[in-house]
């Protein structure tokens, strides 16, 4: 047996076994009848396979933001263990993870200006991706304007992406301009990483995943931009990712579409789903994590490439840490339980499928 071959089925059976010991259906149902933060906080810690990720977190007093940080850890942790066999597989997806990593925490920090927030936010990158980190974390959770931020991130390419968003004085930030921005940059990491894999076969299932995920969001952003904000297609197109596999042709025609349906036609991807089932996942704003959990546990299952796998158990992993978040924002503001369910990927993916 190779070390490729090794390779590839050590990284299958961790990252199966791994993600065999996520949140089951009886774990979804109990977090759902939590009242409070600290209940879901107690349960996760005394139930689940997050009970080391939380261990130094105390339930009675954890709010919403520490506790989100603390579960986001678990998914860079798992992502480190599986990223040794990364390298041996032909790849670099671990590097992708930490611009990943830098890329999240730059938005958190974007969100917390524009927001006019008076507390810092709490970073999540754990210690073993926090030293790849090429700005000081800490630095980071300290800033208080949009200068502090472009000083934080001198020393790396960031500051020069996002130098032409400075807010003019009391001038709003450009939210989904810097989001286009970082997200170009950070896909161009990606698909540089594809390029140069050794596996064509690899690097195919690899750009189908990057590709698909891209498209729904191109999609998601000119039917918002254009049917709901009413914006131009220059405006529209120079907010979109340049990547995906829409031709051009579609996409420009998808920029002058008059109604949903129109704008439907060109994207390939949504081709086969029905108007009930795409008006669902659109009113509840779940379309992006039913496509992406839907590749990603089809990989995770099926492929037997060490790369795909980690992205896959990666992107599966934030799926969850965004599901255990709907519920707690869903308890913090009141919400029937029938109401949260709605919003969880995965309770709903795994319904319409008949199983997990």
Known sequence: ??????????????????????????DYKNLLACKTVSEVAYYLKNNTDYAATLSDIGE??????????????RAFADAARLSVYDLAGGAQFSDYLVRYAEVEQIM?????????????YLFSVPLHFSHLVRFDLTRLAQITSFADL???LKPTPYRALLLPFRPLTGGSIDYTAIETALFTNLYSVAYEIIRKTRSKQAAAELKRLFDSYIDIQNYLRIRRLKLLYGASPDDIRSRLLPYGSVQKERLREALYAENDKELIKNF??????DSE????????????????????????????????????????????????IHIIEGIR????????????????????????
């Open 108 to 120: 958190h920090a974007v969100t917390y200006l524009a927001s006019g927030s008076t507390e810092s």
């Open 333 to 356: 503001y009141g919400l029937p339980q029938n109401e949260i369910r709605k919003l969880l990927t995965i309770l709903n993916y795994q319904k319409k499928s008949g199983g997990d």
């Open 1 to 26: 047996m190779s070390i490729s071959d090794f390779s590839s089925n050590a990284v299958l059976a961790k990252a199966r076994a791994m993600y065999g010991r996520h949140l089951t259906p009886d």
């Open 277 to 324: 089932e795409l008006s669902g996942l659109l009113a509840r704003g779940t379309m992006q994590m039913h496509f992406l959990y839907g590749l990603c546990l089809h990989h995770l299952r099926f492929s037997v490439y060490p790369s795909v796998t980690l992205i896959s158990y990666f992107f599966l992993s934030e799926i969850e840490i965004q599901d255990i």
């Open 150 to 152: 472009l000083e934080v």
């Open 268 to 273: 390939p991807i949504l081709s086969h789903m």
């Open 60 to 73: 009675s007093e954890v709010h919403r933001g520490r506790l989100e940080q603390f579960l986001r850890r």
